[in-house]
């Protein structure tokens, strides 16, 4: 059944799609960078300090193991910024639904509304008629 709000149900059922859509993604984004830090973390965990060789290899190593925690670093700060544009689309998601949720409430009374109109007035056409007939039968 038709109602009013049939438009506004599908552009918030758009816009909740869209919210998950982006929330999906912000999601993904948080593993991928917590991915990175676990590979990082490995990889500052199978370094070895040098058992020979020169001053040269320690500071290869060195700095190796530095730019290495640079990069866990950098990750970090990723992996906060990526959480908090998970809590960002939580928030709209959460939003566009209770907004999606208010639209389908008022088009399902409304389509109760109706349903109930069209059942008083079938019951008046249903006396009518009743009251044709047996005025029919008592001429």
């Given at each position: 059944?038709?109602?009013?709000?049939?438009?506004?149900?599908?552009?918030?059922?758009?816009?909740?799609?869209?919210?998950?859509?982006?929330?999906?993604?912000?999601?993904?984004?948080?593993?991928?960078?917590?991915?990175?830090?676990?590979?990082?973390?490995?990889?500052?965990?199978?370094?070895?300090?040098?058992?020979?060789?020169?001053?040269?290899?320690?500071?290869?190593?060195?700095?190796?193991?530095?730019?290495?925690?640079?990069?866990?670093?950098?990750?970090?700060?990723?992996?906060?910024?990526?959480?908090?544009?998970?809590?960002?689309?939580?928030?709209?998601?959460?939003?566009?639904?209770?907004?999606?949720?208010?639209?389908?409430?008022?088009?399902?009374?409304?389509?109760?509304?109706?349903?109930?109109?069209?059942?008083?007035?079938?019951?008046?056409?249903?006396?009518?008629?009743?009251?044709?007939?047996?005025?029919?039968r008592m001429s």
């Amino acid at each position: 059944m038709k109602s009013k709000f049939d438009g506004i149900v599908k552009v918030k059922k758009q816009e909740l799609d869209i919210a998950e859509s982006n929330l999906i993604r912000a999601k993904d984004s948080v593993k991928k960078v917590e991915q990175n830090i676990d590979e990082i973390v490995c990889e500052i965990l199978s370094l070895q300090v040098p058992k020979k060789g020169g001053f040269e290899q320690m500071q290869l190593q060195r700095h190796t193991l530095l730019m290495l925690r640079r990069q866990k670093e950098h990750l970090d700060f990723e992996l906060i910024e990526a959480k908090n544009r998970v809590h960002g689309c939580q928030r709209l998601y959460e939003d566009a639904n209770l907004q999606y949720e208010k639209m389908m409430y008022l088009k399902e009374e409304e389509i109760a509304k109706k349903i109930k109109a069209l059942q008083k007035k079938e019951r008046m056409n249903m006396d009518e008629i009743a009251l044709q007939l047996y005025a029919g039968r008592m001429s």
